[in-house]
């Protein structure tokens, strides 16, 4: 059981530059979610996707594209990128089960913007 | 006010200390409680769910105090390998059962 795969590790990109962070799950989850982590920050959600075809904003979303055409996956995309996009990015999957949660985050993809 | 706030810390206790975190939350109706940790440079992993009546997993106590509106996280006999920031988090009112709002994290280190 892999859980949830992110790729890149990392990745720097130049100002204005588009990219796609991938990320796939292989536990069934219905849901789905991207998040930054920025130094004294903590964690904030991008978007998230509650299954195949759905997905919404979370707390940042600006700047951030997200599709969910299938279970496993939920790619983020960059549209422009910017230096404020500089952090570490982590998708994760998640389950509600007869009022057990778990939640499985991904290792995440470090990226840099100059 | 923040949504979910918690002492940054650092704490550093000696192996065998007994260690506990608290967590503020502003919004009264909030639902779902948890204690995430999380290694330097690693993912965030789920340590443990928090409930009313208070959980316990081993060297580890949550508890949950709604009067007050904070969670607690109790470390006993600390190991070396606790070391970690401790995250809290918090799933609030209106935002379905899957939208998390994490604390800032409380960073343990626990020294030899």
């Known amino acids: 059981n892999a859980g949830v795969t992110q790729t890149p590790k990392f990745q720097v990109l130049k100002t204005g530059q588009s990219m796609t962070l991938q990320c796939a799950q292989d536990m069934n989850h219905e849901y789905m979610s991207w998040y930054r982590q920025d130094p004294g920050m903590g964690l904030r959600l991008i978007h998230y996707s509650v299954g195949a075809g759905i997905t919404d904003q979370g707390e940042v979303p600006n700047g951030y594209n997200v599709s969910r055409s299938t279970t496993e996956d939920f790619p983020l995309r960059l549209l422009s990128a910017a230096p404020s996009q500089t952090s570490v990015y982590f998708c994760?999957?998640?389950?509600?089960?007869?009022?057990?949660?778990?939640?499985?985050f991904g290792p995440g993809t470090r990226l840099t913007v100059t | 006010r923040k949504e979910v706030e918690q002492d940054p810390g650092p704490f550093n206790v000696p192996e065998g200390a007994t260690v506990a975190f608290n967590c503020t939350y502003s919004n009264s109706a909030s639902q779902s409680f948890f204690w995430y940790r999380q290694d330097c440079r690693k993912e965030p992993k789920l340590l443990m769910s928090v409930y009313s009546s208070g959980n316990e997993d081993g060297r580890f106590t949550a508890q949950l105090n709604r009067a007050s509106q904070y969670i607690s996280l109790l470390i006993r006999d600390s190991k070396l390998s606790d070391s970690a920031t401790y995250l809290c988090v918090v799933i609030l009112p209106g935002a379905g059962s899957y939208q998390l709002t994490f604390g800032k994290g409380t960073k343990l280190s626990v020294i030899p």
């Open positions: 994760a999957s998640s389950y509600w089960d007869r009022g057990s949660y778990e939640q499985y």
